[in-house]
């Protein structure tokens, strides 16, 4: 019951305003929070012509006319403030509503799908791949924010329709993207939001990072926090998207010396396909609705991790090796320390004189070259700076394991304490 003044007006109260949104035949229902895009939508017809689900500036002015007609109320801040309240209590998450909607028949398709539409090989490790991706996708709508840091990565098979496949994959065009050119656009995470796959089309936002650390912190990070047009002030935005990549080119991994854990690639073979993903658009839908529905049912059992089998990751890592970048600075440096004749480097020594650069190195250029030594199986780190040439001076860095001489015999610290030596000889 709408609350009147002594005259008979309907008052102008918060309390009048929410009656109405939710009682008015023209208004009720209307008003939804969207858990996926985090905005506003309309989710029925009010009468007038719209182009957007979510709610804009010209459906508040044509609110604020039906309102201000019919009831004599034509406050928009307050419509506008009510109608958040209202929509947040009528909350839905569309794409979690889409799976559920799906039952399972009970066919496996997930174990088939790459190969049926792309031509890859039917093996444990493309069907574990396939999973991991897509039970990820569903715990990242189902917990938004949790941590799922892979990239499900199609190469190969130009033409076999891997760009269409991640489409579809994302069940509505409108859930999908492969506008990410670039991982340090102002603009990166306002693309993100609202979106479930996003693909990198030839890799090409992560070839145009400055390093793959950049790349690295960019699909480990679980929220991202920015301040929309119509936020007073900056907001968490916990992900519920997954990231996906594709390239024609076999040799698209990051240098990552560190492993690359983070990209799964898949090779894909046009000629091995049973069906090209667009010969019948509605069939290879309906095949990708019955993925979902399984991955859902594996979801649900509990019985699924975040992260490929222990077993298979020595398999990863064989596999990922034909698609690894040529590591030059690797080699330059290798060749550098075969002719070498002193007993120990640094990592500004190699910077300049096996890199050939000037100036000193940035950091992540120091990680690089330190990743590279701590990996050479002839030298030895050591963390107690020592003397260097000019202009290097005292710096940590490596020893040939013979430097220490051939009589060399380590000691306790006990006895370094009887001898009483300087304890930082103990961090040799």
Same mark, same amino acid.
């Given at each position: 019951?709408?609350? #009147?003044?002594? +005259?008979?007006?309907?008052?102008?109260?918060?309390?009048?305003?929410?009656?109405?949104?939710?009682?008015?035949?023209?208004?009720?229902?209307?008003?939804?929070?969207?858990?996926?895009?985090?905005?506003?939508?309309?989710?029925?017809?009010?009468?007038?012509?719209?182009?957007?689900?979510?709610?804009?500036?010209?459906?508040?002015?044509?609110?604020?006319?039906?309102?201000?007609?019919?009831?004599?109320?034509?406050?928009?801040?307050?419509?506008?403030?009510?109608?958040?309240?209202?929509?947040?209590?009528?909350?839905?998450?569309?794409?979690?509503?889409?799976?559920? #909607?799906?039952?399972?028949?009970?066919?496996?398709?997930?174990?088939?799908?790459?190969?049926?539409?792309?031509?890859?090989?039917?093996?444990?490790?493309?069907?574990?791949?396939?999973?991991?991706?897509? /039970?990820?996708?569903?715990?990242?709508?189902?917990?938004?924010?949790?941590?799922?840091?892979?990239?499900?990565?199609?190469?190969?098979?130009?033409?076999?329709?891997?760009?269409?496949?991640?489409?579809?994959?994302?069940?509505?065009?409108?859930?999908? *993207?492969?506008?990410?050119?670039?991982?340090?656009?102002?603009?990166?995470?306002?693309?993100?939001?609202?979106?479930? /796959?996003?693909?990198?089309?030839?890799?090409?936002?992560?070839?145009?990072?400055?390093?793959?650390? !950049? *790349?690295?912190?960019?699909?480990?990070?679980?929220?991202?926090?920015?301040?929309?047009?119509? !936020?007073?002030?900056? +907001?968490?935005?916990?992900?519920?998207?997954?990231?996906?990549?594709?390239? %024609? #080119?076999?040799?698209?991994?990051?240098?990552?010396?560190?492993?690359?854990?983070?990209?799964? =690639?898949?090779?894909? %073979?046009?000629?091995?396909?049973?069906?090209?993903?667009?010969?019948?658009?509605?069939?290879?839908?309906?095949?990708?609705?019955?993925?979902?529905?399984?991955?859902?049912?594996?979801?649900? #059992?509990? +019985?699924?991790?975040?992260?490929?089998?222990?077993?298979?990751?020595?398999?990863?890592?064989?596999?990922?090796?034909?698609?690894?970048?040529?590591?030059?600075?690797?080699?330059?440096?290798?060749?550098?320390?075969?002719?070498?004749?002193?007993?120990?480097?640094?990592?500004?020594?190699?910077?300049?004189?096996?890199?050939?650069?000037?100036?000193?190195?940035?950091?992540?250029?120091?990680?690089?070259?330190? !990743?590279?030594?701590?990996?050479?199986?002839?030298?030895?780190?050591?963390?107690?700076?020592?003397?260097?040439?000019?202009?290097?001076?005292?710096?940590?860095?490596?020893?040939?394991?013979?430097?220490?001489?051939?009589?060399?015999? =380590?000691?306790?610290?006990?006895?370094?304490?009887?001898?009483?030596?300087?304890?930082?000889?103990?961090?040799?």
């Amino acid at each position: 019951m709408l609350e #009147s003044t002594e +005259k008979g007006e309907v008052r102008k109260t918060v309390g009048n305003y929410r009656l109405i949104l939710m009682n008015d035949p023209n208004l009720q229902g209307a008003f939804r929070l969207n858990m996926f895009t985090d905005k506003i939508d309309i989710t029925r017809d009010l009468g007038w012509y719209r182009e957007s689900d979510s709610l804009t500036d010209v459906d508040l002015k044509f609110l604020v006319v039906y309102l201000e007609k019919h009831y004599g109320l034509s406050n928009e801040k307050r419509i506008e403030d009510v109608i958040k309240v209202v929509a947040n209590e009528n909350r839905y998450h569309p794409v979690l509503d889409r799976i559920n #909607s799906i039952t399972w028949d009970g066919w496996e398709r997930i174990r088939y799908a790459l190969h049926h539409f792309l031509g890859a090989e039917v093996s444990e490790y493309t069907y574990e791949v396939m999973k991991l991706f897509m /039970i990820g996708t569903i715990a990242r709508i189902s917990c938004p924010g949790i941590k799922f840091e892979v990239m499900l990565c199609l190469v190969g098979g130009q033409g076999a329709g891997k760009s269409t496949f991640l489409r579809f994959l994302a069940m509505e065009d409108d859930w999908f *993207t492969d506008d990410l050119k670039k991982m340090d656009d102002d603009n990166v995470y306002r693309k993100i939001q609202g979106h479930l /796959i996003i693909e990198f089309p030839e890799m090409v936002a992560i070839l145009n990072a400055k390093n793959v650390e !950049d *790349t690295k912190s960019f699909m480990s990070r679980q929220k991202d926090t920015y301040k929309t047009p119509y !936020d007073r002030h900056p +907001k968490d935005h916990k992900r519920q998207c997954v990231f996906a990549g594709s390239s %024609n #080119s076999l040799d698209f991994l990051p240098m990552d010396r560190s492993g690359n854990r983070r990209f799964l =690639p898949i090779l894909c %073979n046009m000629e091995e396909a049973e069906t090209h993903i667009l010969d019948d658009e509605k069939t290879s839908r309906e095949y990708i609705d019955q993925m979902w529905a399984e991955a859902m049912e594996i979801y649900r #059992s509990g +019985k699924c991790q975040l992260r490929l089998p222990k077993e298979m990751e020595k398999e990863l890592c064989e596999y990922q090796k034909q698609f690894m970048q040529e590591d030059t600075k690797k080699e330059l440096i290798l060749d550098y320390l075969e002719h070498y004749e002193g007993s120990m480097v640094c990592s500004r020594q190699l910077y300049s004189e096996a890199l050939g650069n000037d100036g000193n190195p940035a950091q992540w250029e120091i990680r690089e070259i330190n !990743d590279i030594m701590n990996n050479c199986s002839n030298w030895i780190a050591f963390s107690n700076p020592r003397h260097f040439p000019e202009p290097y001076r005292r710096q940590k860095g490596w020893e040939k394991p013979d430097n220490r001489g051939q009589d060399f015999q =380590p000691i306790t610290k006990e006895q370094m304490e009887q001898l009483s030596l300087p304890p930082e000889w103990m961090e040799r």
